[in-house]
């Protein structure tokens, strides 16, 4: 099956560590987002990627970081200059001449 | 710059009932439009989306929407609910040229027996 895949659902990390967060997809699309959702405020972009090594940052790329060495991996980073990390993170993709994204299932992260 | 304005934070409704939820967008340029659900804990799953032609464009799950230029609105519609609809619904804005969606804060549907 096609699709986008995040790990993992749940993470738990203390405050001062970095954390990565996983994405990973085989549908063969050149672009990648990274989306960071609170309640009551929609989704934020973070950092996006339209081709292998390069990617721009987004509306609150501030204390993430992120790199793209494959075509089918994103992987986002959580560094401890992050203020507030506790949040639902979604990674979403589009292929090349389309419109719309598909999004993962999300990574739950909880820093104490 | 664009923006995209979701008028109800919640809309409860009964089951069998028909719903609306509203959204109006803001830009200077064309856009393509879209609208996904959102189940508990789970990714974001495309409902419908307007690029061009009929203003009116029916998605999944009996869902359906309109688009009024003139009103810069993409209002989205379902004649009779069921208590599965329940969800957060995420009205989205494309603009063309860019490879960047933006998104509402979302509505949260609340079906009841």
């Known amino acids: 099956d096609g699709g986008i895949t995040q790990s993992p659902k749940y993470l738990f990390r203390k405050e001062g560590q970095n954390v990565t967060l996983s994405c990973e997809q085989n549908?063969?699309?050149?672009?990648m987002y990274w989306y960071r959702q609170d309640p009551g405020q929609g989704l934020r972009l973070i950092y996006y990627?339209?081709?292998?090594?390069?990617?721009q940052k987004g509306d609150i790329a501030e204390g993430y970081s992120v790199s793209r060495e494959k075509k089918e991996s994103f992987p986002l980073t959580v560094t401890s200059a992050q203020k507030n990390p506790t949040a639902f993170y979604l990674c979403?993709?589009?292929?090349?001449?389309?419109?719309?994204?598909?999004f993962g299932p999300g990574t739950r992260l909880t820093v104490t | 710059a664009q923006s995209v304005t979701q008028l109800d934070s919640q809309v409860p409704v009964f089951e069998e009932a028909p719903v609306e939820l509203r959204c109006n967008y803001s830009?200077?340029?064309?856009?393509?439009l879209f609208w996904y659900v959102q189940y508990p804990n789970q990714g974001l799953q495309l409902l419908l989306k307007y690029l061009s032609g009929s203003t009116l464009v029916k998605g999944i799950n009996g869902f359906e929407a309109e688009f009024n230029k003139s009103q810069t609105s993409f209002h989205l519609r379902k004649p009779s609910v069921h208590i599965s609809d329940t969800a957060e619904y995420f009205c989205?804005?494309?603009?063309?040229?860019?490879?960047?969606?933006?998104f509402g804060a979302g509505t949260r549907l609340a079906v009841h027996p």
């Open positions: 549908l063969n699309h050149d672009a």
């Open positions: 989205a804005v494309r603009a063309g040229g860019y490879n960047k969606l933006i």
């Open positions: 979403a993709s589009q292929g090349q001449g389309g419109y719309e994204q598909y």
């Open positions: 990627s339209q081709i292998v090594n390069d990617f």
């Open positions: 830009s200077s340029v064309s856009v393509y």
